[in-house]
């Protein structure tokens, strides 16, 4: 139970100034010894079993007086181990460093005939007194992955009530308006204390000006309608929206070619003819009536009539094809 509530070894970290204080600081030869006591440490490695048996066998001591040396002695060996991937001091001949060692935890096996096989397992970080360890490739990977997502749903979730749609200005994006401005009015007036009023009679009697601000999404509907068509009418006031105008009157309207060049002319209705003057006839002279020429009709149509005049002609010429006459003696 006490286990399980621990944190994990790459989110914690470790320093002791007291026993970096005892071995003399942390460097080249103590950089291995400094981690031993922490809690990376895995006292089944081979290096818990080489201090193990230097400490106690005074003819492998010179093991542990020097990295090089235990290292060596290391390399012999195959399994569990901690070596120092990075120097900063490069063995202590560099006196100005980054002070930041590299640990690995590596498995060596042996080969014959070949170079060893090294697995890495984990690395850490010694920086001054502090030791750290590196996260591996997939917890870095997941914790980016995981910060990306989370903030992908908070702005989806904020920006799901932000887009509005209206036929006049389609999709525009407001900020949420708090209820307590939705239950306000539309405009509030804000007006200055009573405290700083002057008093009368005094001189500075200007009274500041009021300060409306809109509180709802009408009004900044309005206001952006206002602006373009104000700047619809800067750029397009002067200018036909049709490329081809209308003329004429209503009920006959004509659209004129875009082509045309200069004025356009309107056409008139037809005037009619004035009636011709009316002669003045005698009460003796009689009216003829000049009959129009018919048109042969076609079948079916229907007779023109036959004025009384036409009527005495054939008569008359009737009258002509009879035989002559005589007179009596």
Same mark, same amino acid.
């Given at each position: 139970?006490?286990?399980?509530?621990?944190?994990?070894?790459?989110?914690?970290?470790?320093?002791?100034?007291?026993?970096?204080?005892?071995?003399?600081?942390?460097?080249?030869?103590?950089?291995?010894?400094?981690?031993?006591?922490?809690?990376?440490? /895995?006292?089944?490695?081979?290096?818990?079993?080489?201090?193990?048996?230097?400490?106690?066998?005074?003819?492998?001591?010179?093991?542990?007086?020097?990295?090089?040396?235990?290292?060596?002695?290391?390399?012999?060996?195959?399994?569990?181990?901690?070596?120092?991937?990075?120097?900063?001091?490069?063995?202590?001949?560099?006196?100005?460093?980054?002070?930041?060692?590299?640990?690995?935890?590596?498995?060596?096996?042996?080969?014959?005939?070949? /170079? /060893?096989?090294?697995?890495?397992?984990?690395?850490?970080?010694?920086?001054?007194?502090?030791?750290?360890?590196?996260?591996?490739?997939?917890?870095?990977?997941?914790?980016?992955?995981?910060?990306?997502?989370?903030?992908?749903?908070?702005?989806? =979730?904020?920006?799901?009530?932000?887009?509005?749609?209206?036929?006049?200005?389609?999709?525009?994006?407001?900020?949420?308006?708090?209820?307590?401005?939705? =239950?306000?009015?539309?405009?509030?007036?804000?007006?200055?204390?009573?405290?700083?009023?002057?008093?009368?009679?005094?001189?500075?009697?200007?009274?500041?000006?009021?300060?409306?601000?809109?509180?709802?999404?009408?009004?900044?509907?309005?206001?952006?309608?206002?602006?373009?068509?104000?700047?619809?009418?800067?750029?397009?006031?002067?200018?036909?929206?049709?490329?081809?105008?209308?003329?004429?009157?209503?009920?006959?309207?004509?659209?004129?070619?875009?082509?045309?060049?200069?004025?356009?002319?309107?056409?008139?209705?037809?005037?009619?003819?004035?009636?011709?003057?009316?002669?003045?006839?005698?009460? /003796?002279?009689?009216?003829?009536?000049?009959? =129009?020429?018919?048109?042969?009709?076609?079948?079916?149509?229907?007779?023109?009539?036959?004025?009384?005049?036409?009527?005495?002609?054939?008569?008359?010429?009737?009258?002509?094809?009879?035989?002559?006459?005589?007179?009596?003696?």
């Amino acid at each position: 139970m006490g286990s399980s509530q621990e944190p994990p070894l790459d989110e914690i970290q470790w320093r002791s100034p007291p026993i970096a204080q005892s071995m003399g600081g942390i460097q080249t030869n103590t950089v291995l010894p400094y981690f031993y006591q922490s809690p990376f440490f /895995d006292a089944t490695s081979n290096n818990s079993i080489i201090t193990t048996q230097a400490t106690y066998n005074p003819t492998l001591y010179y093991l542990i007086q020097t990295r090089e040396a235990f290292e060596g002695r290391l390399k012999t060996m195959q399994g569990l181990e901690y070596m120092v991937a990075h120097d900063p001091s490069d063995n202590g001949r560099t006196i100005e460093n980054s002070g930041v060692w590299v640990i690995r935890k590596q498995n060596r096996r042996k080969r014959q005939g070949s /170079d /060893d096989d090294i697995v890495p397992i984990s690395s850490y970080f010694v920086i001054g007194e502090n030791i750290y360890m590196a996260p591996s490739v997939s917890n870095i990977l997941g914790s980016r992955l995981l910060s990306t997502v989370t903030s992908l749903t908070k702005l989806f =979730s904020t920006a799901s009530g932000l887009p509005k749609f209206t036929p006049s200005t389609g999709h525009t994006y407001f900020p949420p308006a708090s209820k307590g401005l939705a =239950s306000a009015p539309q405009t509030q007036v804000i007006q200055p204390s009573k405290e700083s009023s002057p008093m009368p009679g005094t001189q500075d009697s200007a009274k500041p000006p009021l300060i409306t601000k809109p509180t709802s999404d009408s009004e900044y509907q309005g206001l952006q309608l206002l602006a373009e068509s104000y700047n619809l009418s800067t750029r397009y006031g002067k200018e036909y929206m049709d490329e081809n105008p209308l003329v004429g009157e209503p009920g006959s309207f004509i659209l004129t070619k875009s082509r045309e060049v200069g004025p356009v002319t309107v056409p008139h209705p037809p005037t009619k003819a004035p009636p011709p003057p009316k002669l003045a006839t005698s009460p /003796d002279v009689k009216a003829t009536v000049i009959p =129009s020429p018919v048109k042969k009709s076609a079948k079916g149509a229907e007779k023109s009539p036959i004025s009384p005049v036409t009527k005495e002609k054939k008569q008359r010429r009737k009258s002509k094809a009879a035989g002559p006459t005589t007179t009596p003696k």
